[in-house]
């Protein structure tokens, strides 16, 4: 895992929401997107918000039941709890806020998208794992998506530093496209050497956040955090949206085109739902082998498939 060396986010991929109405997505967001792989929007949600993530996150018992561990390449593991359907509860409701998944739509390029899955990351204090270099389309290529219309939103539940393993990116790497992944313990990994090219001419930015920061990324920008070497817990919950036209060639772990009920804003707070009342379709982590399966063309898997 690489070390703390690494520099801020340039000041032109950096944006703040001033918490009223909707978040005007900019010509100078949309290009940083495009040029730099990502925007990084500060106080997407709010103190308020946050506590009530928290609390919710507390008292699932269907986060609880649904989370499982994956191993990194020094056996050190993180919980995730991962589920495709967006559906009515706190954390579901968040990832369909237009100021995350409109904004997300924006930032595509304004064609329809819809909720891929979502996920809450747990990294505990002393224990929680690394997760290596790797682009998210470096596995959902395998899962019939035909092309990188795809995006992350990385949104901090608590404060991300270098101590609790704070997300990395290399700055502009998706402008090389996918890169071929192999298998490092649980995780899918970016071939090391291409990495290690790339990271000579692309800036590593080191993304230290305050909770209810967020980070849009493209699915090709590659990424990394290290271990959780402190005594402060790193939670996060991502998103991932997909174009409706690159609607997965075949049925997998996670949906096919499923459309999206955008809600306003200010939902999260008013939703008092801990457990959705539809069905989230919680991923079973023995379902999900696309990390380890990564140089597999699985055409095969859409016979028979319309």
């Known amino acids: 895992m690489s070390g703390p060396d690494g520099t801020d986010p340039p000041s032109d991929a950096v944006f703040e929401y001033d918490g009223s109405g909707e978040l005007l997505v900019t010509e100078t967001m949309m290009t940083s997107y495009r040029v730099n792989g990502y925007a ?25 039941r649904h989370a499982f561990g994956r191993t990194d390449d020094q056996g050190r593991k993180s919980e995730i709890c991962v ?16 100021k995350v998944a409109f904004t997300a739509q ?8 819809y909720h891929y899955h979502a996920k809450l ?11 290596v270099w790797h682009q998210d389309y470096g596995y959902w290529y395998n899962n019939g998506c035909m092309f990188p219309d795809m995006c992350s ?10 101590e609790n393993g704070c997300l990395q990116v290399l700055r502009g790497s998706h402008r090389a496209g996918r890169i071929v992944h ?20 692309c800036p590593r930015d080191l993304v230290q956040m305050r ?8 699915c090709n920008l590659l990424h990394c955090s290290a271990n959780n070497d402190s005594d402060r817990r ?19 772990h996670h949906p096919r085109y499923t459309r999206l009920e955008m809600v306003p804003n200010d939902a999260v707070l008013k939703c008092t739902r801990l457990n959705s009342s539809s069905d989230k379709w919680f991923v079973d982590p023995d379902a999900d082998t696309s990390y380890a399966n990564n140089e597999t063309d699985s055409t095969e898997a859409a016979d028979g498939v319309a």
């Open 40 to 64: 990084y929007i500060r106080k997407l949600l709010s103190s308020e918000e946050i506590v009530h993530l928290n609390h919710a996150i507390d008292e699932s018992a269907e986060l609880k």
């Open 83 to 98: 589920w495709n359907h967006p559906g009515d509860d706190v954390l579901g409701t968040v990832s369909r806020t237009r």
């Open 106 to 113: 924006q930032l595509m390029g304004g064609e329809e998208v």
């Open 121 to 131: 990351m747990m990294k505990r204090g002393r224990i929680g794992g690394a997760f």
């Open 153 to 162: 939103v990385f949104m901090a539940i608590d404060d991300c530093s270098t």
């Open 182 to 201: 192999t298998t490092v313990g649980e995780q899918a990994a970016a071939d090391p050497a291409r990495v290690r090219h790339l990271s000579r001419v």
């Open 211 to 218: 909770a209810g920061d967020a980070l849009f990324f493209h």
């Open 234 to 252: 790193r939670f996060a919950l991502i998103a991932a949206f997909n174009q409706r036209a690159n609607d997965p060639l075949w049925e997998h």
